[in-house]
């Protein structure tokens, strides 16, 4: 069999930092820029033919070990984003969705996640899910001990897909920028049968015109998902 049909698109946004520092700037000029590629890239998705939820990964439950600075600066960030962002996606038609353990966040942050959760939640042309304070061993944790909480003595795939904070389709096509080749303790359960494609361009540099490169090689892979 071979799918290559591309629907669900996830992204590890990695070497904000260095980026930075190539230019002497400080750290946080790199994730400023960014959340400008953040919104590029959703609005090439937003008018792609087949691209239904594009996932970001934008704060990882690993992230609180950075210095505090960069942690608020990072918080404050994605506070401006998503209040700036509001516009975009109402035009692009875009839903808003986070996952992560949003309860651990600050409450003025979780009060704006859920108000555009709300004011988004009528749009179709795509889901972007925004992963925040996200783990995926803490996701998978938390999904089985709320099975057992359900009173089940054993489960199912199906059980713990279905108990996941990400009722998406799997992924089909994970990108990581910045040269790293690894996960980082991202989406471990729905990237079973995902294709990799790691590319060396920092993600304040990355553009839509890189995207579309990596969709079109995608495009020939041959996705056998254990076939033959
Ligand atoms: C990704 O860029 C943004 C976050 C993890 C929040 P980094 O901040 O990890 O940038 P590098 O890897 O230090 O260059
Ligand atoms: C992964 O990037 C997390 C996000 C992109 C949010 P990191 O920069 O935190 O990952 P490591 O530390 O290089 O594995
Ligand atoms: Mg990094």
Known sequence: ???????????????????????GL??????????????????????????ETVTFYAFSTENWKRPKLEVEFLMKLLDRYLKNELSTYQEQKVRFKAIG???????????RIAQTEELTKTNTKLIQVLALNYGARAEITTAVNQLIAEGKKSVAEEDISSALQT?????????RTSGEERLSNFLLWQLSYSEFHFTPTLW??????ELDDIIKDFKQRSR?????
């Open 204 to 209: 304040p540099d990355f553009t839509a015109s």
């Open 224 to 228: 056998r998902f254990g076939g033959a």
């Open 167 to 175: 009722p998406y389709a799997d992924i089909d096509l994970l990108i």
């Open 101 to 111: 353990n949003i309860g651990a966040l600050s409450k003025p942050l979780q009060k």
């Open 26 to 51: 400080k750290r946080t000029k790199g994730h400023e820029k960014g959340a400008e590629t953040i919104r590029d890239i959703t609005t090439y998705c937003a008018n792609h033919p087949t691209i």
């Open 1 to 23: 069999m071979s799918d290559t049909s591309l629907k669900h698109l996830a992204i590890i946004m990695d070497g904000n930092g260095r980026w930075a520092k190539e230019r």
